[in-house]
């Protein structure tokens, strides 16, 4: 049973290897990823299933409907009376099985069904729409979760580049200390600078790490799948284009395609036939019934094999009930409809805030980028200054503060910017496959070096 072991030892460090192997994600990698495994969107393909099967149910009013109805009763003894002088008279057997088959058809029924029915067409459609807008939500949820992955990296990368500097400014410093230039004070601020910075390096790894276990989240995958994350596309370009430029025609195309105001219209449309669906219960039902007798009770009167009929259902007085059921219909109708208009300005006032933060952010970028170009000149010449016996160490410990603080600011602001433009996108209702086929375009570019 050796080779057994040895073979179950194998196979376990293969699956263990397997298990570590690192997934390669990128911007369109995100969100194919979680529009394939997000579990919220398993719960809206449900919801549409089911709004097929209730249109499915619905339909089946129309069809013939085929009973059958099988029975046996034992009497104590056969069915007699007796009769004066004529002696004792059966009519029945003590064994009776009775098989029957009903068949209804239904005529006509005031507009029920066929409103009944349009309502489940409209749930169906209400139903598409709200998978659609939370298929947009994932998408978008998994962009933002992406691109805060390379903000944690940006930071981590300003801290590295920081732990760099200060480290070779402390080799300078116990350099100029053993040629008498530097003093003692100097080189232990320095190492308690370096040892400073080595902490922050710490935690931005821990937010990188952090970073990658939300976007993992964001992919409908667990927090702990190894992720290799590529910058395609890197933070400081944008995988938006072809975004509105104006505010009006921001809130036009949103007002165009938002699924939430399909679904309100769909829902209005469904409780418009609601009142009709209503207002059927005051006209006739009319429907057709053939039955067959393959076995009758013996006890019953002879009436033949089958029977055929029409039934008439008028509904003469129930007490105000259908009214209500109007009533209520039509309430819904107006209550659906003012939603609509709340919903309307609801989106108008969502792109505006959209709109203007991602020109804010826009005009942020900017700024931070006029701020690091400052910074750097400044630790540079600070540094020189140093060296030269003009400038303090403390002088180059806040030049260099100075530094990482704008060059943190211009990640963060490139971060918000494609977060922006991410919400943005959501906004105005756009779908995830233009934007997965908008990055499958830059790609193609990308590797054909145009």
Same mark, same amino acid.
């Given at each position: 049973?050796?080779?057994?072991?040895?073979l179950?030892?194998? =196979?376990l460090?293969l699956?263990?290897?397997?298990?570590?192997?690192?997934?390669?994600?990128?911007?369109?990698?995100?969100?194919?990823?979680?529009?394939?495994?997000?579990?919220?969107?398993?719960a809206?393909?449900?919801?549409?299933?089911?709004?097929?099967?209730?249109?499915?149910?619905?339909?089946?009013?129309?069809?013939?409907?085929?009973?059958?109805?099988?029975?046996?009763?034992q009497?104590?003894?056969?069915?007699?009376?007796?009769v004066? +002088?004529?002696?004792? &008279?059966?009519?029945?057997e003590?064994? +009776?099985?009775? &098989?029957?088959?009903?068949?209804?058809?239904?005529?006509?029924?005031?507009?029920?069904?066929e /409103?009944?029915?349009?309502?489940?067409?409209?749930?169906?459609r209400?139903?598409?729409?709200?998978?659609?807008?939370?298929?947009?939500?994932?998408a978008?949820?998994?962009a933002?979760?992406?691109?805060?992955?390379?903000?944690a990296?940006?930071?981590?990368?300003?801290?590295?580049?920081?732990?760099?500097?200060l480290?070779?400014?402390?080799?300078?410093?116990?350099k100029? =200390?053993e040629? /008498?230039?530097?003093?003692?004070?100097?080189?232990?601020?320095?190492?308690?600078a370096?040892?400073?910075?080595?902490?922050?390096?710490?935690?931005a790894?821990?937010i990188?790490a952090l970073?990658?276990?939300?976007?993992?989240?964001?992919?409908g995958?667990?927090? +702990?799948?190894?992720?290799k994350?590529?910058?395609?596309?890197?933070?400081?370009?944008?995988?938006?284009?072809?975004?509105?430029?104006?505010?009006?025609?921001? &809130? +036009?195309?949103?007002?165009?395609?938002?699924?939430?105001?399909?679904?309100?219209?769909?829902?209005l449309?469904?409780?418009?036939?609601?009142?009709k669906?209503?207002?059927?219960?005051?006209?006739?039902q009319?429907?057709l019934?053939?039955q067959?007798?393959?076995e009758?009770?013996?006890?019953?009167?002879?009436?033949?094999?089958?029977?055929?009929?029409?039934?008439?259902?008028l509904n003469l007085?129930? /007490?105000g009930?259908?009214k209500a059921a109007?009533?209520?219909?039509?309430?819904?109708?107006k209550?659906?409809?003012?939603a609509?208009?709340?919903?309307?300005?609801?989106?108008? =006032?969502?792109?505006?805030?959209?709109?203007?933060?991602?020109?804010?952010?826009?005009?942020?970028v900017?700024?931070?980028q006029?701020?690091?170009?400052?910074a750097?000149?400044?630790?540079?010449?600070?540094?020189?200054?140093?060296?030269?016996g003009?400038?303090?160490?403390?002088d180059?410990?806040s030049?260099?503060?100075?530094l990482?603080?704008?060059?943190?600011?211009?990640?963060?602001?490139?971060?918000?910017?494609?977060?922006?433009?991410?919400?943005?996108?959501?906004?105005l /209702?756009?779908?995830?496959?233009?934007?997965?086929?908008?990055?499958?375009?830059k790609?193609?570019?990308?590797?054909?070096?145009?």
């Amino acid at each position: 049973m050796k080779w057994a072991s040895h073979l179950l030892i194998v =196979l376990l460090s293969l699956s263990s290897v397997s298990a570590q192997v690192e997934k390669t994600v990128d911007l369109a990698t995100a969100v194919e990823t979680a529009l394939k495994f997000h579990p919220s969107l398993r719960a809206y393909d449900a919801q549409i299933d089911a709004a097929f099967a209730k249109r499915n149910q619905v339909k089946a009013g129309f069809a013939p409907k085929l009973d059958m109805v099988v029975s046996y009763t034992q009497l104590h003894r056969a069915p007699s009376f007796t009769v004066a +002088n004529m002696g004792t &008279i059966v009519f029945g057997e003590k064994d +009776n099985p009775q &098989i029957s088959w009903t068949l209804k058809i239904p005529v006509y029924t005031g507009g029920k069904l066929e /409103g009944m029915l349009r309502q489940a067409e409209e749930g169906i459609r209400v139903a598409e729409r709200n998978s659609e807008r939370q298929r947009q939500k994932v998408a978008m949820e998994a962009a933002i979760a992406y691109f805060n992955v390379l903000k944690a990296r940006g930071f981590l990368k300003v801290m590295e580049d920081k732990l760099r500097a200060l480290r070779s400014q402390r080799d300078d410093i116990s350099k100029m =200390l053993e040629q /008498g230039v530097a003093t003692r004070a100097d080189l232990l601020r320095a190492e308690a600078a370096v040892a400073a910075a080595q902490e922050e390096l710490t935690k931005a790894r821990n937010i990188e790490a952090l970073s990658i276990a939300a976007l993992a989240n964001a992919m409908g995958l667990h927090p +702990n799948e190894t992720l290799k994350v590529e910058e395609f596309p890197s933070i400081t370009e944008t995988a938006f284009p072809d975004l509105p430029a104006s505010l009006e025609a921001a &809130i +036009n195309e949103a007002l165009r395609q938002r699924p939430e105001i399909s679904v309100l219209e769909a829902q209005l449309k469904t409780a418009m036939e609601g009142v009709k669906v209503a207002a059927s219960e005051q006209k006739p039902q009319i429907g057709l019934i053939l039955q067959y007798d393959a076995e009758r009770q013996t006890v019953m009167p002879d009436m033949g094999r089958w029977l055929a009929g029409l039934m008439l259902t008028l509904n003469l007085f129930d /007490g105000g009930s259908t009214k209500a059921a109007m009533e209520q219909a039509k309430s819904q109708v107006k209550q659906i409809d003012a939603a609509i208009t709340e919903l309307r300005n609801a989106i108008a =006032l969502e792109v505006t805030n959209a709109f203007l933060n991602l020109s804010s952010a826009k005009e942020r970028v900017k700024a931070a980028q006029q701020a690091v170009a400052a910074a750097e000149e400044g630790a540079r010449l600070v540094r020189l200054g140093y060296q030269n016996g003009v400038n303090t160490l403390t002088d180059f410990l806040s030049a260099l503060s100075e530094l990482t603080s704008a060059q943190t600011a211009l990640i963060a602001a490139y971060a918000d910017l494609r977060i922006a433009e991410a919400q943005f996108w959501l906004a105005l /209702g756009r779908s995830p496959e233009a934007l997965l086929e908008k990055l499958s375009r830059k790609q193609k570019k990308e590797v054909n070096g145009l």
